[in-house]
């Protein structure tokens, strides 16, 4: 029925007085001052985009177990190079006949070395070393790099000491740097780490500084410094949170690198003594060409790709996600 003005019943003729008619609505003023706007949260948007695409799920799970391989593994099955070093008929066997001889063990499914010893444990038993001395570089370089950037991109009379610096090192091949502190010092875990870290900052900081130009003079960024905000103040908070995405992305590219890296300087013959990934590949570099030897060469060399492939994969979409533009 429509609604008319011969339809409404006045407010008298009910019967009912205005308590029965109306009722106060008590005001909280808490409720008045919430803001119904959804909570955002930076590294959880970052981590819903991460997840969001399945592939990543998958780069993750690949991650995971070179972790538990690389870290626990050789620990829980204690490896050995010289163990089978006596036994003539342990050296240089293919897969199939490592598990002849040994019976079925995923220990012999890439066969044995020069000394007997399994192939697969030595491979992750290097890769051990070859991890903790790419994520300890990266470490080193970025935290240094990081706050030099910084400093850098801000101050024009650090930009000009700098300039020069970077100038005469960038002319330098950074192997040539690495090869040379290599043989001042005694070639160790911590020397090539040093050698790594005594100038690989500098990209890192020259890449930030730029960025850091780029952003320094937004309106947002002169609004702050007129409010009275400090330069570091801007540079914590304003800058640096800006630069996540980058700082994962160049990260992305520099920890394979450090693992390619230490397997060129240990092919060529200048790398740490310890078992490395790098190291057993120049130890089976002979086998490259020795029919039925193949393995002992090849299996190291496809775990250090296959290694820098996933920590590439990983840094690439976490600097993808770190980017606020894609939280939308």
Same mark, same amino acid.
């Given at each position: 029925?429509?609604?008319?003005?011969?339809?409404?019943?006045?407010?008298?003729?009910?019967?009912?007085?205005? &308590?029965?008619? @109306?009722?106060?609505?008590?005001?909280?003023?808490?409720?008045? &001052?919430?803001?119904?706007?959804?909570?955002?949260?930076?590294?959880? =948007?970052?981590?819903?985009?991460?997840?969001?695409?399945?592939? %990543? !799920?998958?780069?993750?799970?690949?991650?995971? !177990?070179?972790?538990?391989?690389?870290?626990?593994?050789?620990?829980?099955? $204690?490896?050995?190079?010289?163990? %089978?070093?006596?036994?003539? *008929?342990?050296?240089?066997?293919?897969?199939?006949?490592?598990?002849?001889? @040994?019976?079925?063990?995923?220990?012999?499914?890439?066969?044995?070395?020069?000394?007997?010893?399994?192939?697969?444990?030595?491979?992750?038993?290097?890769?051990? /070393?070859?991890?903790?001395?790419?994520?300890?570089?990266?470490?080193? %370089?970025?935290?240094?790099?990081?706050?030099? $950037?910084?400093?850098?991109?801000?101050?024009?009379?650090?930009?000009?000491?700098?300039? &020069?610096?970077?100038?005469?090192?960038?002319?330098?091949?950074?192997?040539?740097?690495?090869?040379?502190?290599?043989?001042?010092?005694?070639? %160790?875990?911590?020397?090539?780490? @040093?050698?790594?870290?005594?100038?690989?900052?500098?990209?890192?900081?020259?890449?930030?500084?730029?960025?850091?130009?780029? !952003?320094? *003079?937004?309106?947002?960024?002169?609004?702050?410094?007129?409010?009275?905000?400090?330069?570091?103040?801007?540079?914590?908070?304003?800058?640096?949170?800006?630069?996540? =995405?980058?700082?994962?992305?160049?990260?992305?590219?520099?920890?394979?690198?450090? /693992?390619?890296?230490?397997?060129?300087?240990?092919?060529?013959?200048?790398?740490?003594?310890?078992?490395?990934?790098?190291?057993? /590949?120049?130890?089976?570099?002979?086998?490259?060409?020795?029919?039925?030897? $193949?393995?002992?060469?090849?299996?190291?060399?496809?775990?250090?790709?296959?290694?820098?492939?996933?920590?590439?994969? /990983?840094?690439?979409?976490?600097?993808?996600?770190?980017?606020?533009?894609?939280?939308?």
């Amino acid at each position: 029925m429509t609604a008319t003005k011969e339809n409404f019943i006045p407010l008298d003729d009910t019967g009912l007085t205005d &308590e029965e008619l @109306f009722a106060r609505i008590p005001q909280d003023e808490a409720a008045v &001052e919430k803001i119904t706007a959804p909570r955002y949260s930076y590294w959880h =948007s970052v981590l819903r985009v991460f997840f969001r695409k399945k592939s %990543n !799920i998958v780069v993750i799970v690949l991650f995971a !177990i070179i972790i538990v391989f690389t870290y626990i593994y050789p620990l829980i099955n $204690g490896y050995d190079r010289y163990g %089978n070093l006596m036994a003539a *008929d342990t050296k240089h066997l293919t897969p199939s006949a490592a598990i002849e001889k @040994f019976g079925f063990s995923i220990r012999w499914i890439f066969g044995t070395g020069a000394s007997g010893q399994s192939t697969f444990d030595a491979m992750w038993y290097g890769a051990r /070393i070859s991890l903790s001395l790419a994520f300890l570089c990266a470490i080193i %370089n970025f935290s240094i790099g990081i706050v030099v $950037g910084a400093v850098w991109g801000f101050s024009k009379k650090v930009d000009m000491v700098m300039n &020069e610096i970077r100038n005469v090192v960038a002319n330098v091949p950074g192997t040539l740097i690495i090869s040379v502190w290599v043989l001042i010092f005694s070639p %160790n875990f911590w020397t090539l780490v @040093f050698a790594m870290c005594v100038t690989g900052w500098i990209g890192v900081a020259y890449g930030l500084r730029t960025q850091v130009i780029i !952003i320094r *003079d937004r309106e947002y960024n002169l609004a702050s410094r007129c409010l009275g905000s400090s330069t570091l103040r801007i540079a914590v908070k304003n800058i640096l949170p800006f630069m996540i =995405s980058f700082i994962v992305t160049v990260l992305a590219t520099q920890i394979p690198a450090y /693992i390619a890296s230490e397997a060129f300087l240990s092919y060529i013959g200048l790398g740490i003594s310890d078992t490395t990934l790098g190291k057993i /590949i120049y130890n089976a570099q002979s086998a490259m060409v020795t029919p039925g030897w $193949g393995w002992e060469f090849w299996c190291p060399v496809m775990l250090s790709a296959f290694i820098s492939i996933v920590l590439f994969l /990983i840094g690439q979409s976490l600097g993808d996600a770190a980017d606020p533009r894609t939280h939308m």
